[in-house]
């Protein structure tokens, strides 16, 4: 094998050399393959190896990226895999997607070619299939579906409903409804109104105020966990509960969950500031995108939002009305 066949299979990243030799470059002390994506180092600062011990004992450090030192190692499984990982992270910003993937440093048709043979589908595909699973799981926790189209990505509500009906054959609207109908629910009759609980295999998946509804309260089914949660919620207005155990199944982006895991954590008969809770979860920057989380609360009085006031005590926002929430703490404080 001459210099100049090898220096070829460096400049094309051909993975059909890897093994067959190794190349180091001077000017940093690095060894790579030659299917290796680093920047194209200059011609007269690369030398040339035939084992990856013969580099090591030249003084070359293997190359953290294309992985030398790995014999079963798979560069572009890696690069597949990254961009995976990307995807998950910022399937929903499409600028920063786009950003993030064009900074692996290979071409969209190389990127194309390794993820569909890692994962038998294109990225394309699998932005639509995460897309498409989170926007149920939105639906299925009651968000909007001009929230929903919003929160996976989407440029508008009629781009979302041709999206998700070319996906599930059926509408959102359609989608929801039927979801709902499928759902096992309960009702528990409160001083504040009526108020439907649902639940799926997991647990508890929504509370809400039953306004201007003409349901009757009589439960869809058995289900697992609506007994003892309406139970708990009769015994939270008569305050002889001031805890609830009843699993919880909740559906809401990583930031979501992080701020209802701290609403929950907020003792009975205590309140906390949108300010309070972003700092809490590591974020102080984030008091306004707490509030959007703690609107977005699919359970309420179980994860008490209703805790949650403005900076100076004022009771702002609450799902169920102010009215509500000042009932809701003067139980808790009196």
């Not at 013969?54 to 798979?74: M, W």
């Not at 969950?257 to 979860?281: C, D, F, H, M």
Request: hydrophobic share 35%; proline share 4%.
């Amino acid at each position: 094998m001459t210099d100049s066949e090898r220096w070829n299979a460096v400049i094309t990243n051909d993975r059909s050399y890897d093994g067959k030799f190794f190349y180091g470059v001077k000017s940093t002390g690095i060894f790579c393959r030659p299917s290796c994506v680093s920047k194209l180092p200059k011609p007269e600062n690369v030398v040339f190896f035939n084992s990856r011990e013969e580099a090591e004992s030249a003084g070359f450090r293997p190359c953290k990226r294309c992985r030398p030192d790995l014999i079963a190692y798979d560069p572009g499984a890696r690069l597949a895999e990254e961009a995976k990982a990307i995807i998950d992270c910022n399937f929903t910003e499409r600028q920063e997607l786009v950003k993030k993937l064009n900074a692996l440093g290979i071409t969209r048709r190389h990127l194309t070619e390794l993820f569909e043979k890692r994962f038998d589908l294109s990225p394309e595909q699998y932005i639509a299939q995460i897309r498409f699973q989170c926007a149920k799981e939105l639906l299925d926790a009651g968000c909007r579906s001009t929230d929903a189209a919003f929160a996976v990505g989407m440029e508008s509500s009629a781009s979302f409903a041709a999206f998700f009906k070319k996906q599930a054959g059926i509408s959102p609207t359609e989608y929801v409804f039927q979801r709902i109908s499928e759902r096992p629910y309960c009702f528990c009759e409160t001083p504040l109104g009526l108020i439907r609980i649902e639940e799926n295999h997991y647990g508890i998946t929504s509370l809400r105020f039953a306004d201007g509804k003409t349901e009757t309260a009589l439960p869809s089914g058995n289900g697992i966990y609506l007994a003892d949660a309406r139970l708990q919620i009769s015994e939270y207005f008569a305050k002889n509960r001031k805890v609830f155990d009843v699993p919880l199944s909740i559906t809401g982006s990583q930031f979501q969950k992080s701020v209802w895991s701290v609403l929950r954590n907020i003792p009975y008969g205590e309140t906390r500031s949108y300010q309070q809770v972003a700092e809490a979860i590591g974020n102080r920057d984030a008091a306004r995108a707490v509030g959007m989380a703690n609107n977005r609360n699919p359970i309420l009085i179980i994860i008490p939002c209703h805790r949650i006031v403005g900076k100076d005590g004022k009771l702002v926002g609450y799902a169920g009305g102010i009215d509500r929430k000042r009932y809701l703490l003067e139980i808790e404080t009196t």
